[in-house]
Each structure stands twice: as C-alpha cells, then as structure tokens.
C-alpha cells in the first residue's frame, strides 16, 4: 500500500507493512498488535538513499539500460584470513556485497568479525570498525585477546549515527566496513527511536548504497529474536547478498556457521568453529569432534552421514524411549525436524512392527548440528529401535538412507563420498539403501556395504551385526 509521505503512518513490526491507520491484525503478515505509530518525513532532492548505478543518466535521472550493453565480470573477492569463514561465504568476502550475521547474545559474532577485520586490515588496509553497543576500551580489550600482529590498519568508531558514519567512510576510505548492530544506528530523517521498523530499513538503504557505491564490503551484525529469527522487518534479509547464522549452545565450546543465504555461493556450506580464551579457532576434523562420545557401551546410539556442502560429515544421533506416565506420549527432537521424527515412528509403527504408542521417544544428534536433508532417516529409526529392544549397536558400525511411507529406503546423494569418508575415520560396515550400493561406481576397501531395501531389513541386518559382533 502506498502511503503518502510527510505525516503520521502505522508499520508493522514484523513484516513492515504501512497502513495509514492502526490494524489490530497485520493484513500483509497476520501478526497481531504488532503496528507502532512512526512519522514519515519527505524525501529531499538530494536524499542519499537515492541509488543510481551505472545506467544512462538523462537530467539527472536514471533511465533504462540494454543488458548486451553492462559489463559483467567476475568479482573480487577479500580473503578473510579465516578459511572456514572462507567457505561459508563461497570463496571470501565480494567486494561491494552486504553481508549480514546474527545469532544469540554471548554466541561468538563479534570475535569472528573483529579476528576477520584484524586480519583484511593486515593484508589489504584500512579497516572501520563502527560499535553502537561497545566502547573503544571494550574493543581493544577483546582485540588484544583474540588479534595478533600489526592492527593499525583497523579503525574504531563507536557510533549510532549513520550521517556521522557516512563522514567517517568517507574520511577513511576503507576497505572494509563493519556495523555492530544496525538495530543500535539511526538516521536523523527519521523520527522514530533505533531499532524500529523504519529506522533499520532506513539505515540498511544507506549502508547498500555505502557497499555498492564505493565498491566495499560491508559486514552488518543483527540482532535475534526470542524464537531465533532476525529482529526487525523481513525486507533488511532481501536486501543484503549475504545472510549468516552463528549457532550453538553456550554451555558448549562448538560453533556452527551456515549461510542462510547467498548471491555468490552456495547455502549448504557450514563452519566449525571452537570458542577458546584466545578467540574462535577453526575445527579442523569436524567429523571427530560429533564422534568423541561413540561407544559401544550404549544402546540408542549409532553414527550416521550427512553432506554438508563440499564435505562430508559424520555425526551420532542417540534416541531414548521410555514408558509414558500421563496423557499422550511425548516426541521430541533435538537437530531433528519433529514432523520427519513422527513420520519415522509411525514407519517404525506399521511397516517394522515396533509398538511404540505409549511410549516417550527422545532423539537428540550430538553437538548442536541441524543436518538438512534426509539421509540420516534410516539412523534415527534404528537408534530408536536400538534404544526400545535393548540392542547395543557397535559403534564401527554407520547407517544412512532415507525413510518413504512405503517403509523402502530411498537412495542418497553422494553416497560414495560419505563411505569413503566413514572408512577413513574407521568404520568397517555401512548399512545403506541397495539402490545406492547399485549406483556406487567403486566400493572403498576394508568397509562392509550391506544394501537393504526397507526399514524391516536394514534392521534384521542390524540385529545380525550385533550379533556376530558380541556387543556387551
């Protein structure tokens, strides 16, 4: 809806949808009560929000442009110096791009963004650094804890203004531009208070045209929400090239990076790295660190596959089942989306004959990892299995396939890869669907492949394996 400009409107919180009168329902979003009172000013002649970029200019004002006639190219892009970084964003920072991370409070952004800053500033040049929530002292104290070598190339700013952050680029010219957080910057042509809908829209134009204009990389921290979702109005996520996500638990020491978006790689990448007292150190083999607590002492556990990225990578799910005490039972799912876990119990249910109606189940993968994809079905159906019958799975022993209503198991992508993979880190049997034993051009050496077809005879061929293993 067009709203008309200079008086008083009504946007949503949520989504940022104008409405010249107050909605108890958003129509655009259907969030409730989410509608703040903001003034709009008008634009000036010379607004700095105005984008123009290289297309024909006539009387100042932008007109259409053939696209046999733009030059493409590939764009430079900045090492980080970080190469876990590096793979996140599909190969380092493209210069111009607006990059935006977020995650919990105490999670680890600001360290990985300032040991990054350190670093481009060592190796290409100034470096600006601006801080709505920190001071100067705070900076340099964490600097000096996680920062080695030569930082006078890197530039603090502790500011909320994004008029004297302008200035401030201008004067330094850097190279690369760090804002921490846009829900802490405001612009004085607008009247709400910082970190409303208006003013992080607004400040989010400015610093796209700050990024495309002057031809630099921007890194713009968020906020998070209760739910984990960014804080503020969807449209600052469009407008960005970049959205990354930090995760992990607090209590623990692993972090996950994963782009969420990306205009210049791929979404399936993902970082590991571990918070320590001198900063955030890369995980070399992240596959080990899911594995360190695989025994064969307990039943529930198995270790299965994923593909993440370009790597694969091996992780352990564990299950527990226990007798339900009062009202319907309880599915629970850590790292496992609910809905797949109740479809693999029902499977578990009707097509392997497992009765599991009064019965709790609690899945959890280990180390805080949200896999996508389905290839770990078939290892979350024979944990549970393992933890309701008392059977103790070797832990040399890996699962992976995909689960149908049917109860067949479907085939998975880059199954080769991910037995290769289980066979350098040890395992000597693999329990995966037939049809990608068919369709694997070469089997490693000093691995079992064993091909079942459904749920019931991946686990009769699990029971068996247990078996002759003697697993006490």
């Known amino acids: 809806m067009a709203v008309k400009k200079g008086k008083t409107v009504f946007v949503c919180q949520e989504c940022g949808f104008e409405s010249p009168k107050w909605l108890g329902q958003c129509s655009a979003c259907g969030a409730w009560n989410s509608f703040v009172e903001e003034k709009v000013a008008p634009p000036a002649e010379d607004d700095p929000r105005r984008r123009t970029g290289k297309a024909v200019s006539i009387s100042g004002k932008t007109r259409p442009v053939a696209i046999n006639k733009v030059e493409s190219g590939q764009k430079n892009r900045l090492d980080t110096g970080i190469p876990e970084l590096n793979r996140v964003l599909g190969g380092g920072l493209v210069q111009g791009s607006l990059t935006l991370i977020s995650g919990e409070p105490g999670i680890g952004k600001s360290t990985i963004i300032i040991q990054a800053a350190s670093r481009i500033a060592q190796k290409y040049g100034k470096v600006l650094y601006v801080s709505g929530e920190e001071s100067e002292e705070q900076i340099k104290m964490r600097a000096d804890r996680v920062c080695h070598g030569d930082l006078s190339q890197l530039f603090l700013l502790p500011q909320t203004n994004m008029d004297e952050v302008i200035e401030a680029v201008q004067e330094v010219q850097p190279v690369f531009l760090i804002i ?155 790292g496992l989306d609910n809905q797949r876990l109740g479809m693999i119990i029902a499977v578990l249910e009707r097509k392997a004959g497992i009765t599991l109606i009064n019965r709790d189940i609690y899945v959890n993968i280990v180390g805080g990892l949200r896999p996508e994809g389905t290839s770990t079905d078939l290892a979350a159906a024979l944990a549970i299995w393992s933890a309701e019958k008392g059977v103790k799975i070797p832990a040399n022993m890996l699962a992976i396939g995909e689960i149908g209503l049917t109860g067949d198991l479907r085939p998975v992508q880059s199954a080769e890869k991910l037995v290769k993979e289980a066979a350098r880190l040890g395992f000597d049997t693999v329990v995966l669907p037939k049809r990608s034993l068919d369709r694997m051009p070469s089997k490693p050496e000093g691995v079992k492949l064993v091909g079942v077809r459904t749920l019931a005879e991946a686990i009769t061929a699990s029971s068996q394996i247990s078996q002759n293993r003697n697993v006490k």
Request: with cysteine; aromatic share 6%.
């Open 180 to 334: 921490d957080s846009i829900q802490t910057m405001y612009t004085s042509d607008i009247e709400s208070a910082p970190g409303s809908v208006s003013q992080v829209r607004s400040c989010g134009s400015l610093l796209m045209n700050i990024g495309k204009g002057m031809d630099i990389p921007v890194f713009i921290v968020a906020h998070v929400t209760k739910s984990g979702e960014l804080a503020g109005p969807r449209i600052v996520e469009h407008m960005v090239d970049t959205v990354l996500s930090f995760n992990g638990e607090r209590s623990q020491d692993l972090r996950i990076l994963r782009a969420v978006k990306n205009r210049f790689g791929t979404t399936s990448e993902i970082g590991a790295f571990e918070m320590r007292e001198e900063g955030l150190v890369e995980v070399e083999n992240l596959s080990e660190s899911f594995l360190e607590g695989l025994s064969d002492s307990a039943e529930g556990s198995i270790a299965t596959a994923v593909y993440e990225g370009t790597r694969p990578l091996l992780i352990e799910i564990q299950a527990l089942t226990a007798p339900t005490s009062v009202g319907f039972a309880r599915r629970t799912g850590i």
